[in-house]
């Protein structure tokens, strides 16, 4: 298996901003947690950018849409706590990468209900699929 960190080439992410250009299955997720018809209809349209920062130990997952940026500062596996932007609520959730490259970013929201999501980076793309109850949706976003 070919090893990208020892190899001294820089993850897929690293300097990359991704924006959403599709999704599946959003409003079926939404549902299941609760959101209601609005606020579904207006997460589907919003344009969305996302960002992955390496600064020192930490990292920044930030996600940009035209009114506000949100950000999660984190240390890989390491439990810290989350606020929920929709649902508005706190939970504890851990951050990891998977594979020796860093190409994916497993992130598990601990609260109720729990929700998994998978971020599968590569240099052009990003897929997002976000899992809730067995109910998963995907997010399709290119390199800007």
């Not at 959003?26 to 579904?40: F, I």
């Not at 506000?68 to 504890?92: C, D, G, S, Y």
């Not at 998994?116 to 109850?133: C, K, S």
Request: proline fraction near 4%.
């Amino acid at each position: 298996m070919y090893d990208r960190q020892s190899s001294g080439i820089p993850p897929p992410w690293k300097g990359r901003k991704y924006k959403r250009i599709h999704h599946e299955n959003l409003d079926a997720v939404l549902k299941e947690l609760g959101v209601n018809a609005v606020s579904r209809k207006l997460v589907g349209r919003v344009p969305i950018a996302v960002r992955l920062i390496k600064q020192q130990d930490e990292y920044v997952w930030r996600e940009e849409i035209p009114f506000k940026t949100h950000e999660i500062v984190f240390r890989e596996n390491v439990e810290f706590t989350q606020q929920r932007a929709l649902l508005r609520n706190n939970v504890r959730a851990i951050m990891r990468f998977e594979g020796e490259d860093n190409c994916r970013l497993v992130h598990n929201q601990m609260g109720d209900p729990r929700i998994e999501i998978i971020n599968d980076f590569t240099e052009d793309e990003l897929v997002q699929t976000v899992t809730v109850n067995g109910i998963a949706c995907k997010h399709y976003y290119k390199v800007v």
